[in-house]
Every structure is written in structure tokens, then in C-alpha cells.
């Protein structure tokens, strides 16, 4: 049997006391789209960092069509044919789309290109429509990259590797913000690559996405490589288990909603300028009802974060109003809240920045929920460390002690004590931003089914998410928000309250997420009721 184009032999890396890859195996073929999987930790990034020449491996072999090779950094990893594509961009913001795409590339001599960069400008662009037109690509090469999509500047960043002569493409998430038009798109020009004998490695979390675009999927748990798989004999559910190793449910049930009454939020008119004058939030109207989820959607920048940030009392708006049973919030800190006696929870988008202090314990990162509400000078450490047990035991946090520092637990057991923290002071309300980013699929579950829990108790929450198939099967309701505006407040298929309006699909909520309106939609059955 002839060998595969990329190979990876036994391959081990170590940092410290970790071992994120242990005599790993993994191999793609030109025209081949390869998929791989596994849990937070489970050494995908660490092992196509090795490929790409970010990180050198301590043990094991690379070989490129049958020969050896050593990879000391990018550039090596380029020179063999090698390109990554991270999902944090790359790109320089001032700079267009030729200028991102060439720069870097050696002129005449060895002379760095930026010294030629304007002169051979004619000969650039020739040479990226040349690969446009091969691949199915397409970008407007003179556009600043600050003016551009999430799916332009991705573009440009496949376009960058490509003109420097990559047959070897890794992705990493290269969906996390896409909408579903944008991902069909990407999906086109992969498949293009893969005609024309591209070899793709994708990791992503996806997992109808990855029985959509690959053809091999190969699996990791805990820094080792469990196999590979065709991806036409296998299912999500066998995916699943590989990477969790036990079996887990992919259901996400939509509890019914409580009956609804008087709102428990309710955001009128509510309007938000920057300091440069532009327009962030565009008089949003909604409400959030008792025992619902409200389901945000939007393109990331679309104002979500100011929202939740003006909600809370971090932040005050230019004009609007948001009440709580009727109580204004506006000019309330967050301190000013809670002494109300508002019962508001926030789970902020970055849990480490915003929501506990890395650098503490899970004891002392509980504590600073309540130190507002602590009489007198002096804490009471005995109660918070009672407290985080608790908590660690509820919501089953792996840790070996409430003393452990926040930074060294896992993605998904940060945010369950950020969760957890939250939840035990039996909030009303309850704001989370991208409460799963950036976890595994078996603590994403585990989110979902608390916030069902919070819900059945008559809990309204508002959930901004990325993940569209999510937001279908968890929310009630969905606003979709672009630049500012509320574009629509829309039902998923199957929810309670959907009867008689028609349900949207996952590409008409792209399509509203890019600010169109969506053709053949009852906009009177969407409007806030």
C-alpha cells in the first residue's frame, strides 16, 4: 500500500509535567480532507503545531511523500509545502489584501519583499488571481483588512498560504464564526483544494461538520491517538464516545417555557455610541419572560458585549431604558444592583479576564461573589471554603482541592466554577456570553443541561451563543442582532409558541445575522410580543 503524502510517527511532546502528545499517529493524502477530534487537552493543537513547525516534537518523525523531514519553524514547515491557518488571524489590520498576502515572501537577492512590495504589485496580483481562479476564491484585493468579514480576512489568510506554495493546508476551527453561508463557502473552496490535490487537516468541534467535509476523521484523547476512521462508516455519536471515551447524550431537550406574564427584562429604545461616534447598539427593544432562553445570534462585534455589559452596570448607555420587574437599572453599578436586591447573574464572555482571577483559589474566587455582603472588615474564610466545596461537589468540578489555583483547571471546570459561583446565589436573571467557548463537547452538554436546570425554576436567561445548531435546539425565542439592530425576534423549529408563525431555518438566521431580511418571513409574527 503506497504511503500517505503527510506522515506522523510516533510523535511525543512534553511541556513540564505535561504530556500533550504520546506516540501519536496520524497521516493525510493529497486530495484528502482530514478531520481531527478530541476533548480540550487532548493535544490536537500542540500536534499540527509540531506539522507546521511552531513547536519542535521530542520524539518521533515527519515525513513529507516518503522523506524525512525536520521542521526548526515556520518557515521550514512552509518551504516543505505547509501552511496553517490559525484561528486567531495573522493578518496586519492597516494593510489590504495583496499587501497581507505577499508580505513576508523574499524578493530578488534575499532582500525582504517590503522593499519591492509596491514596485512588483502588478506581478502580485497576477499571481493571486491565478490562484483564485485554480481554487474558487475570490477577495477584493485592495479592501483593508479592518473593513473586512470574519470570512474575508479568512479568505485572505488561505490565499497567504497558498501564494507561498502550500499543497498542505491545516485549519484550525475555521468555523467558530462563521455564519452557515459563510461555511458553505469555505466548504466549496476546500472541496476545490481537495480536486485540485491539496492535502487538509481541519480540527474542529463541529461534529455534523465533520461528517459533512472529510473523509478521514482521527481521534485523540489525553495526548494519545485512538485511530482513525472513514468518516462515511462512522457517525457523531461513535465520534463521541472515541473522544470522551464513555457514552454521553447529544440530545439537548428544550424544556417548556413558563406561561408568560409580566416580563422580567424588558430593553427599550436602547442605544449605544463609541468615542469615535460610531453607532453600536440602535434602539433595541426586547424582553426576557420568567423561565424562558432567550437565544442571541450575531456576528461576533455585533454589539453583544456591550449589551450584556450595560445590562449589568458595567457600562451606560447614550439613551434607552432596561428594567427589571419594572425597576430602571440604568445608573446602577453592579455593587448598586445587588444591594437592590436585584438577583442578576452574569457568566462574561472572557472568564478569566472579567470573571474570577486566575491567579486565586476556587475558595477565593467564591469569595469575591460575596465580599459586598460580608459585614465588618473581616472575611469569613471558613464559610467560603465551605462554600467551594459545595459548589466543587454540585456541579461536579475535577479539582484536587477548593485551594487550587483557577488557572490550572481545565477550560470546562473554569467555567463551572464561574457557573456554579453564580447559580448558588439563585439568581432571576441570568446573562451568559458564550457560556462554551472554547470547550469540550462533554462539559458543553453539561452547560446546556444547567441551564435547563435554572430554567425549569422559573429563571430567565439570556443566552448569547456562536453555535447556530445550539441556539435552535436550547433557545424559546432567538433575536438576531446586526450592527446594533435587533434584525428579528424569531422561533426555532419545535419550540412552544412557534404554532401558526413559521419557523426559521438555520440559513435564514445567516442570512438575518448578515443583515438581510429574510424573504417569505411573517415579519409581524416576530415582533416583540
Known amino acids: 500500500m503506497p504511503q500517505a503524502y503527510v506522515v506522523m510517527k510516533h510523535i511525543s511532546k512534553r511541556f513540564g509535567t505535561v504530556q500533550a502528545n504520546d506516540d501519536v499517529e496520524m497521516s493525510v493524502d493529497q486530495g484528502e480532507i482530514l478531520a481531527i477530534l478530541g476533548e480540550n487537552g487532548s493535544g490536537k493543537s500542540t500536534l499540527v ?65 517590503l522593499r519591492t512590495l509596491f514596485l512588483q504589485k502588478k506581478g502580485i496580483i497576477e499571481k493571486i488571481r491565478g490562484l483564485e481562479e485554480r481554487f474558487g476564491l475570490h477577495t477584493q484585493h485592495t479592501k483593508k483588512i479592518y473593513d473586512m468579514s470574519v470570512s474575508e480576512k479568512q479568505t485572505v489568510e488561505i490565499l497567504k498560504v497558498l501564494y507561498r506554495g502550500a499543497s498542505v493546508l491545516i485549519l484550525d476551527e475555521p468555523t467558530a464564526v462563521l455564519t452557515p453561508q459563510e461555511t458553505t463557502r469555505l466548504f466549496a473552496m ?40 472513514y468518516t462515511k462508516g462512522s457517525s457523531p455519536r461513535e465520534l463521541t464516545e472515541l473522544m470522551v471515551g464513555a457514552r454521553i447524550s447529544l440530545e439537548i431537550r428544550r424544556e417548556k417555557p413558563a406561561a408568560r406574564e409580566r416580563p422580567l427584562l424588558e430593553v427599550r429604545s436602547l442605544s449605544l455610541k463609541d468615542p469615535e461616534g460610531v453607532q453600536i447598539l440602535d434602539a433595541m427593544d426586547f424582553d426576557v419572560f420568567p423561565g424562558e432562553i432567550l437565544g442571541v445570534a450575531g456576528i461576533a462585534g455585533s454589539g453583544q458585549k456591550e449589551l450584556c455589559e450595560i445590562i449589568t452596570g458595567l457600562r451606560r448607555p447614550d439613551g ?7 425597576e430602571n437599572l440604568l445608573g446602577l453599578s453592579p455593587r448598586g444592583i445587588k444591594q437592590k436586591g436585584i438577583r442578576l447573574s452574569f457568566i462574561p464572555e472572557d472568564r478569566l479576564g472579567m470573571g474570577l482571577a486566575a491567579g486565586m483559589s476556587i475558595t477565593d474566587n467564591i469569595l469575591l461573589g460575596s465580599y459586598d455582603h460580608t459585614p465588618g472588615p473581616l472575611i469569613d474564610r471558613l464559610k467560603g471554603r465551605a462554600e467551594a466545596e459545595t459548589i466543587v461537589e454540585r456541579y461536579a468540578i ?77 433557545s424559546d425565542r432567538i433575536m438576531v442582532m446586526h450592527r446594533g439592530r435587533v434584525m428579528d425576534m424569531v422561533y426555532p423549529p419545535g419550540a412552544a409558541g412557534a404554532e401558526g408563525k413559521s419557523p426559521v431555518s438555520k440559513e435564514d438566521l445567516g442570512l438575518l445575522m448578515l443583515g438581510h431580511t429574510v424573504e417569505g418571513y411573517d415579519a409581524a409574527h416576530s415582533q416583540q410580543e
Not at 516543505?80 to 524578493?107: D, R, T
Not at 434607552?320 to 419594572?326: A, C, E, I, K, Y
Not at 436573571?429 to 425554576?457: C, E, F, H
Open 320 to 326: 434607552g431604558s432596561v428594567r427589571f420587574l419594572g
Open 190 to 229: 476546500l472541496r476545490a483544494m481537495k480536486d485540485d490535490g491539496c492535502a487538509i487537516i481541519i480540527i474542529t468541534h463541529k461534529l455534523q461538520e465533520v461528517m459533512e467535509i472529510s473523509d478521514r476523521v482521527t481521534v485523540l484523547r489525553k495526548g494519545k491517538s485512538l485511530g482513525t476512521v
Open 398 to 474: 475535577s479539582t484536587p482541592s477548593v485551594q487550587h489555583i483557577v488557572k490550572n483547571l481545565s477550560g470546562g471546570n473554569i467555567q463551572k466554577v464561574l457557573l456554579g459561583r453564580e447559580l448558588e446565589r439563585q439568581p432571576r436573571l441570568l446573562i451568559t456570553a458564550y457560556p462554551v467557548r472554547g470547550l469540550d463537547i462533554g462539559a458543553s452538554y453539561s452547560i446546556y443541561g444547567m441551564l435547563n436546570v435554572q430554567k425549569k425554576r422559573g429563571v430567565g436567561i439570556l443566552f448569547i451563543g456562536e453555535d447556530l445548531d445550539v441556539l435552535q435546539e436550547l
Open 49 to 113: 503545531n509540531m506539522l507546521s513547525g511552531i513547536y519542535i516534537p521530542d520524539a518521533g518523525s515527519i515525513l513529507i511523500n516518503g522523506e524525512r523531514r525536520f521542521f526548526r519553524s515556520p518557515q521550514d514547515a512552509i518551504a516543505a509545502g505547509i501552511g496553517m491557518v490559525h484561528q486567531h488571524f495573522k493578518l496586519i489590520p492597516v494593510m489590504n489584501a495583496w499587501e497581507n498576502i505577499s508580505l513576508g515572501e523574499k524578493g530578488r537577492r534575499g532582500q525582504p519583499r
